[in-house]
């Protein structure tokens, strides 16, 4: 008997209906019914091949996760922190996408006691992102389903967050439930340089280094933002600059 039923458009872990098993990189939404107290899965658009740039050590992180995934029967738990706009939502769609496992989208309307029943009844290798994890849920409630409440039910758990102060301390130094943490401070130069000539469709050091050296904030927000600006604009960069809100390494 498959995993899951299907009735209409929601995918629910039960016997009745039709029978239904998630399909490997797909992407659904969990939703929650406040009259019956269900907690279902609706399919979403599935997530988009995009143009990312990633350090080498991005890319060893990348590779550490996804093995630990593919071989381990347990939950791998995964954090991603840092500085706002600056890829970390991007990295966990990319590390689920290369998963090749169901994707399962949180959300903080669920209460995690509820969340974790719904989970029990996954025996199926899934992987499950929480964007905003510090803001959005209460981290201390969601240890049991870092810690795996089943054996040998394999999970991948994707958690953003901007500022882990947030985040109970029982989750760190606690590789059973956070195995990776990777922080992100803002992009490097080499990067700058990358995002520029993608969207400017050349190289252009002069306005890298006039962003790298502007820049108090080097998020991909920014930059993105700015050179989407820049590209509508006739404008120097300073005007353009001047009226937008991004904030500059000389300002106080």
């Known amino acids: 008997m498959k995993e ?41 658009d599935p997530i988009k091949d995009q143009v990312l740039y990633f350090t080498q050590d991005d890319k060893k992180f990348i590779n550490c996760v996804l093995n630990h995934a593919s ?20 990295m966990a769609k990319h590390i689920a996408k290369k998963s090749g496992m169901p994707v399962l989208i949180g959300n903080p309307c669920i209460r995690i006691n509820r969340l974790k029943e719904f989970c029990a009844k996954i025996h199926q290798a899934v992987c499950i992102i929480f964007d905003e994890f510090e803001k959005e849920w209460d981290s201390s409630e969601v240890l049991t389903l870092l810690d795996g409440v089943q054996d040998g039910c394999k999970r991948l758990v994707l958690m953003t967050c901007n500022d882990k102060k947030g985040l109970s301390d029982y989750l760190f130094d ?33 306005l890298a280094n006039f962003i790298f050296s502007k820049f108090k904030v080097l998020s991909y927000d920014n930059i993105m933002s700015f050179l989407d600006e820049l590209n509508h604009s006739n404008d120097s960069k300073e005007d353009i600059l001047r009226f937008m809100n991004i904030a500059l390494k000389n300002e106080k």
């Not at 071989?71 to 939502?89: A, D, I, M, Q, Y």
């Not at 606690?174 to 050349?202: A, H, M, P, W």
């Open 4 to 44: 899951f039923a299907k009735m209409g458009d929601r995918i629910i872990p039960s016997p009745q209906g039709i029978d239904y098993e998630l399909n490997c990189d797909h992407v659904y939404e969990m939703q929650y019914d406040p009259y019956s107290g269900e907690i279902y899965l609706v399919e979403r």
């Open 71 to 90: 071989r381990s029967e347990k939950t791998t738990g995964v954090l991603l922190c840092g500085l706002k706009g600056s890829g970390k939502t991007a």
């Open 174 to 206: 606690r590789c059973s439930r956070i195995r990776y943490q990777r922080e992100f401070y803002g992009v490097g130069e080499d990067i700058v340089n990358k995002l520029v000539t993608s969207v400017c469709g050349k190289e252009d050091n002069e």
